[in-house]
């Protein structure tokens, strides 16, 4: 009985990672905006921020991990791998107060309720602040949609990081990247791999704090698009969807 109590304690337990570099501002709103009674573990992944962002999460009540070099994929990866053996869900969110933290419960849900493995929420089809989403933005995740759902079947409409997905699942995607292409190979891999997939619609506000590293700059922009480019073509040239 003690056994079967700590499998279904593991399916329900969520870790809640959040990567950051230079997120002061809007570091401690996001953590507090996390429902706990939903989200059992708060682990920021911190790119060596030069701006006392892991003071204040910590301060607010997260678990602080610091990686000595940077990258996207690289925070989220090393934020999965702080998060306690019994946690079996994780959810994604930016730390820029951008995403409804409070919303957790609408993804995590049909993972413990066992009818999906991926749930990713969609700021295209939610409602969006203005000025929250570049044009852009919108166009790249409605065509990678359109491409995964010719390789895959599935269609995305979105490459939105508030996410959550089961343990299980996202070890067995074998996830290698460590740049901005992490949450498209996320997507891909799921897709073709044969997940059970759920996309919801959520709201998406501009930023609370602080300046973003990819919508930002142009550089930025530029260097994150070159990025889920090749991650794309690097994937779709592995074949389609697995039996």
């Known amino acids: 009985m003690r056994g079967v109590w700590a499998a279904l304690e593991s399916v329900t ?4 990672v959040i990567p950051t570099l230079n997120e002061v501002e809007t570091i401690a709103g996001t953590i507090a905006s996390l429902p706990r009674s939903v989200v059992d573990e708060v682990i920021v992944a911190d790119s060596s921020s030069a701006d006392g962002t892991t003071f204040v999460a910590r301060a607010a009540g997260a678990r602080v991990v610091t990686l000595a070099q940077r990258g996207y994929g690289r925070a989220c990866a090393a934020g999965v791998a702080a998060a306690g053996e019994g946690c079996g869900i994780i959810l994604f969110l930016d730390g820029d107060g951008a995403d409804s933290a409070d919303l957790a419960e609408q993804l995590v849900a049909p993972i413990r309720a066992g009818a999906y493995d991926f749930v990713i929420g969609s700021r295209v089809r939610g409602k969006r602040e203005q000025g929250s989403m570049s ?4 166009l790249a995740g409605r065509l990678a949609g359109w491409l995964m759902s010719r390789l895959y079947g599935v269609r995305y409409t979105d490459m939105c990081a508030f996410r959550a997905i089961s343990r299980e699942a996202l070890a067995r995607l074998d996830m290698c990247e460590m740049g901005y292409g992490w949450n498209i190979e996320m997507q891909m891999k799921a897709a073709r791999s044969g997940l059970r997939i759920l996309e919801l619609p959520v ?6 704090g602080g300046s973003s590293k990819v919508a930002g700059t142009i550089r930025g922009s530029i260097r994150a698009g070159w990025r889920i480019i090749f991650t794309i073509a690097r994937i779709a040239s592995a074949g389609p969807k697995k039996a």
Request: glycine share 0%.
């Open 13 to 16: 337990r969520v870790a809640a």
């Open 135 to 138: 044009w852009h933005q919108v």
């Open 203 to 208: 709201p998406y506000r501009r930023r609370a």
